[in-house]
């Protein structure tokens, strides 16, 4: 039997044996000290208003990301929501955002009243293009987020040769990179004001939660107003200044958070090390990891984005997926189309700047998720062996006639 049949019959999603049948960790992960500041909340009878757990895991976060003041609400979209109003961002603004990430980077803006404006991506990094950000600027853009994609920086330095030039207003929707640094300072202290997300898959999560930071003590007001009913500090609780939802943090999920914070920086060490080991390990060609600007010293690994150049690999990215998942190995496909793609913007006014980067990568790109790097090396190398003989199943076959692509 020729060769490449035989190895394609070694695929578990042939009938073969699986790399893994052992499952990876699940996550969330909790423990004894989850429950056990759970149990004071609980005990505390305070489940409403600010229990002083929520203030004590504000200044944590907000010490830990190189900032004065931390501001928690209900999730990373009203986070953003807080951002750009305390930065002063309505109607008669845009906003630049990038075309690949999650709604909320762009929903957000909408609901501020202004307008996003979508720019590409570049395609090794997956960050927002700088260049496009020049390109995409008019005499309305007031402020551009941006996001570390899967916990992996954006090039801060050169970020700020653009905002410089350009006096826009850098906001960072963090959601991916809790403990993220760029030349050892951490995401979430570059921009004017930062979010993060506590959702659930998030690398750390109370199940839903968000959180605001800055070093401006006005901005950080005005972002607590929003997230309380309009109120002020200091001020009256039947006393409202700004029209405000409530969108305030439990002391449930503060408990939650400042015993997941507590074990960030050991756990984003485990997972920088495993991915490491990982992709070193893969050999085959064709499959390209998220390139890494050399200033991000820290990455949260949140996810490790990849794509697959059919060609080279040898079979295309869904295929790519399927074959994984049968070898034991969680695996799935990046955003499907770019933001502008949803049904919202044909009635949500945007504008859209050319995003060829961003169209590619939602049909070429992959992510494992960061349970495959909460284990062993070895449990991490699996990933590897399973791109591995993915690759030698499909990779095209040199006859004496030439290549035939099976
Ligand atoms: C998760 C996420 C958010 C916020 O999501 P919530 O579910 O509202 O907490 C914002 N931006 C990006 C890029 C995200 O991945």
Not at 131 to 155: L, N, P, Q, W, Y
Not at 214 to 232: E, I, P
Request: charged letters at 20%; aromatic letters at 8%.
């Amino acid at each position: 039997m020729p060769y490449p049949t035989n190895m394609k019959e070694k695929l578990a999603i042939h009938g073969g044996e699986p790399v893994r049948t052992k499952p990876y960790p699940t996550w969330p992960m909790a423990g004894a000290r989850e429950e056990e500041l759970l149990l004071e909340v609980i005990r505390s009878q305070q489940w409403g208003g600010y229990h002083k757990l929520v203030g004590e895991f504000e200044a944590l976060f907000a010490q830990m990301h190189d900032c004065e003041h931390a501001v928690t609400c209900a999730n990373g979209t009203v986070a953003l929501e807080m951002a750009l109003y305390a930065a002063g961002i309505g109607p008669g603004d845009e906003v630049i955002v990038p075309a690949h990430s999650f709604i909320a980077t762009s929903s957000a803006v909408s609901r501020a009243g202004a307008v996003p404006v979508f720019v590409d991506i570049d395609p090794e990094t997956y960050n927002i293009s700088l260049d496009a950000i020049r390109e995409a600027m008019s005499e309305k853009t007031k402020a551009v987020i941006i996001v570390h994609f899967g916990g992996a920086m954006v090039d801060m330095d050169r970020l700020e040769e653009v905002t410089k030039e350009t006096k826009l207003t850098v906001i960072e929707d963090a959601a991916h990179a809790h403990g993220a640094e760029w030349h050892g300072r951490r995401a979430g202290s570059f921009g004017t004001v930062s979010t993060f997300s506590f959702q659930n898959s998030k690398v750390m999560t109370s199940g839903e939660g968000g959180i605001v930071t800055t070093k401006d003590a006005d901005l950080a007001a005005r972002a607590r107003s929003y997230a309380n009913c309009g109120r002020r500090e200091g001020e009256g609780w039947f006393d409202h200044y700004i029209l405000a939802p409530n969108v305030r943090m439990t002391g449930f999920q503060a408990a939650v958070l400042t015993a997941q914070l507590e074990k960030l920086t050991d756990q984003i060490r485990l997972r920088q090390q495993n991915a490491e080991a990982l992709i070193k390990a893969v050999s085959a060609p064709g499959v390209r990891f998220q390139k890494v600007p050399g200033g991000a010293n820290v990455q949260s690994c949140y996810i490790i984005p990849g794509a697959i150049d059919e060609a080279e690999f040898g079979v295309g990215r869904d295929a790519f997926i399927e074959a994984m998942k049968a070898e034991g190995i969680p695996c799935s496909p990046f955003y499907a189309k770019p933001l502008y793609k949803n049904p919202m913007y044909e009635h949500v006014a945007h504008r859209t700047e050319p995003c060829p980067a961003a169209e590619e990568v939602c049909g070429t790109s992959f992510w494992l998720p960061l349970v495959s790097l909460m284990g062993s090396e070895d449990d991490a190398k699996d990933v590897a062996r399973a791109i591995d003989k993915v690759h030698a199943a499909y990779k095209p076959v040199e006859t004496g006639a030439g290549v035939a692509v099976n």
